[in-house]
């Protein structure tokens, strides 16, 4: 299985890290500690060293009851990143919902269009399917960041999610989009209740059936620290670990702040698939 993107065709025989990096002053985990360009891209530079497959470049939080941030500028804050990024030799992502920065940013070279509103806003599913190649990651999100966690979404969060991610995944069929451009994210955290999202990591290979590859964004989100009562800065062991689970469910994407930790826990991981079970 590949994923194919603008410059790259993915191999996903083995899972993928993506490394976070986000360019703002209010990211839930980060700070602002990479909101300017260079330190910005020296966290770039780090996450490469640390083994990352893949930058997933943002410049808007999407955290619970934050306000939306201008078209300006976001473009600001990540064409800079993005336009020294695209020269580091690997995968290059763009976190925006925005359709002006996801043109931008593909016009500068960039391989990934990453959503969190699965291109529900108006031509954000032209800019994609305008495109000779990019991949793009649709993720499920209910309600909208500013109040999402007031209202959860209701019920079984499994099939909810897969009839949401199969229809957006057709609508960019019925343009031309390749099957082979298109990544799945069951959006963790987004507008869902702890059990729905760890319902979500326990039957993820539900969502498998359909023929799209699943990213697994479970970093340092608020779940981890309700079932661990660790805070924001003290969720990278539970990170790394629900990183490993997601991928033995089946995810071939894991998108982290925690590079080399994850990389590291991936290794062991990969030990053992080589080795087998030993049942006959």
């Known amino acids: 299985m ?12 083995r899972p993928k890290v993506m490394g976070i990096v986000n360019v703002t002053p209010d990211s839930f985990s980060d700070g602002g500690r990479f909101a300017s360009t260079r330190t910005a891209l020296e966290h770039c530079e780090e996450l490469i060293r640390d083994g990352a497959d893949i930058l997933d470049i943002g410049g808007e939080s999407t955290r619970p009851g934050i306000a939306p941030v201008p078209l300006e500028e ?11 990024a695209v020269k580091f030799g690997l995968p ?4 925006t919902y925005k359709p002006e920065i996801m043109q931008e940013a593909l016009d500068l070279g960039v391989d990934i269009v990453n959503d969190v509103w699965a291109l529900q806003r108006p031509g954000a599913v032209d800019v994609v399917a305008g495109h000779a190649s990019c991949g ?16 959860p979404m209701l019920g079984d969060a499994v099939p909810q999610v ?7 995944s057709e609508a960019l069929r019925q343009r031309g989009v390749s099957v082979s451009r298109i990544v799945w994210d069951p959006g963790i955290g987004f507008g869902k209740t702890v059990e729905q999202n760890f319902a979500l990591l ?23 620290g309700k079932v ?24 071939r994407i894991v998108r982290v702040h925690d590079v080399r930790e994850t990389v590291a826990a991936l290794k062991v991981w990969s030990a053992m698939q080589d080795q087998g079970d030993g049942t006959t």
Request: hydrophobic share 45%; proline share 4%.
């Open 2 to 13: 590949q994923w194919q993107t603008t410059r790259f065709a993915i191999a996903l025989d």
């Open 162 to 168: 897969r009839e949401f991610l199969r229809d957006r």
């Open 74 to 84: 976001e473009r600001a804050r990540v064409m800079p990143v993005v336009r020294a």
């Open 202 to 224: 326990a039957r993820q290979r539900e969502l498998l059936h359909d023929g799209y590859p699943v990213l697994a964004g479970w970093s340092r989100k608020s779940s981890l």
């Open 228 to 251: 661990t009562g660790a805070g924001v800065h003290e969720r990278m062991l539970p990170s790394v670990v629900t990183a490993v689970l997601a991928v033995e469910k089946g995810a």
């Open 92 to 95: 290059i992502s763009v976190d």
């Open 136 to 151: 793009v990651c649709l993720m499920h999100m209910h309600g909208e960041p500013q109040t999402m966690q007031r209202a």
